[in-house]
Structure formats: structure tokens, C-alpha cells
């Protein structure tokens, strides 16, 4: 599959709900799926789950923009969406049924993207140590344009300084976490309260002596 064609998916109307047509459903190598926003009314589907992981982008995941052709009675009708929710097998790892939410193309979306840390920072290179609290991070973008992550550079990041989530951007995404938030912050050595410690030991010695 060729990156253009990442988006792309076929689903079918399906008319019957409940355990027991999901179960039916699996048997057959499908899974029930939803769609709905924008004002208009629910649309039950079926689709593939090895189809709807091969349509993923492969760097955006779960965060990939959907152009899915649904196909019913009449003519198939084209809707954009993203997905929103999702029940999987933990064990097998295997999607058990899917929700999409139709979008605006020249819309945002708000959802989540992973964090990660890059870089050595001067404060641990001084004998800091790091300590990072963000594992994702809330955006809003067009659906075509959601980041694959927020990469976090944390080599200027010195001891007892922090970095926090208005020191950071994204291209083509708003960052919707509060400004204040830490995302990343260096503790100073501890070599300083150790050679306190010592000191104080040595004080009290010379007192008793």
C-alpha cells in the first residue's frame, strides 16, 4: 500500500445489532463499526479489521484520517472521518469493533499524540537527574495535519531548571494542555546534601571530642 492510498476504506450497512450478530460477524473475519457526527444520524457498518489496519498510516496510528466508501443498497456514499473509540482483544490485540466520527476536512479535531523526550540534557550531563511527566499531549489540528507526536528536546534543559508545555509548539497543531503544566524537569546533584551531610557529621565529632 502506497502512502496515498493510507485513509482508504470500504465498509458495509449492516441492519442487525447485538452480541450475537457481533459474535456472527467475527466468525466471518469482520467487526461492527458506527458512524456519526455533523448532525447527521448513526450509520452501522461493518467493516474489516485487517483492511482498517492496513488503511492506517502507519506514524499517525489511531490517529490516521479516514476516507471510508460505505457501501449499501443504493449508490456508496464517501465520508471523512476520524476514529474515536475502539474495543480490542487484549490478548490477541485485535480490534472488536470501531467508532467513526464524521469531519470537517478545514476543521480541527482535538486529540491526543504521544510525547517523546529527545536529547541529553546539560543538567543530568552535570549529574542531574531527569524526570519526564508527559506521555501525550492533547492537540487540536486538521485531520490531514495531525502531528505524529510532540517531540520534547530536553538538551539545553539544565539542573533544577523545567520545561513546560508553553515552551513547546507544534507546526500546523495547537497544544491544549495549560501552559503551566511540567513536561520535563532536571534535579540538581546530589553531591551538594551529601557534602552537607559529611560536614555535619564532622562538626558533631569535633564537638564531642
Do not use: W
Not at 26 to 45: D, F, Q, S
Not at 80 to 96: G, K, N, S
Not at 102 to 125: A, F, H, L, M, W
Amino acid at each position: 500500500m502506497t502512502e496515498t492510498t493510507f485513509g482508504k476504506l470500504t465498509a458495509k450497512i449492516r441492519q442487525a445489532t447485538g452480541k450475537g450478530v457481533a459474535r456472527k460477524l467475527r466468525t466471518e473475519g469482520l467487526i461492527p463499526a458506527v458512524i456519526y457526527g455533523k448532525g447527521e444520524g448513526n450509520v452501522m457498518l461493518t467493516v474489516s479489521p485487517r483492511e482498517l489496519r492496513r488503511a492506517m498510516d502507519p506514524n499517525r496510528r489511531l490517529n490516521t484520517f479516514f476516507t471510508v466508501t460505505i457501501e449499501g443498497d443504493g449508490a456508496p456514499v464517501v465520508e471523512q472521518c476520524v476514529l474515536t473509540d475502539y474495543q480490542a482483544d487484549p490478548i490477541r490485540d485485535e480490534f472488536l469493533h470501531v467508532d467513526f466520527l464524521r469531519v470537517d476536512p478545514d476543521g480541527e479535531v482535538v486529540t491526543k499524540i504521544p510525547v517523546e523526550y529527545v536529547g541529553r540534557s546539560v543538567g543530568v550531563v552535570a549529574g542531574g537527574k531527569l524526570r519526564t511527566y508527559q506521555r501525550t499531549a492533547r492537540v487540536a489540528a486538521k485531520p490531514a495535519h495531525i502531528p505524529v507526536k510532540l517531540t520534547v528536546d530536553i538538551s539545553a534543559l539544565a539542573a533544577g531548571e523545567s520545561l513546560r508545555m508553553r515552551d513547546l509548539s507544534l507546526d500546523n497543531a495547537r497544544l491544549l494542555d495549560h501552559p503551566n503544566v511540567v513536561v520535563a524537569h532536571v534535579d540538581p546533584p546530589r553531591v551538594a546534601k551529601v557534602d552537607d551531610a559529611a560536614a555535619a557529621a564532622d562538626a558533631k565529632k569535633g564537638k564531642k571530642k
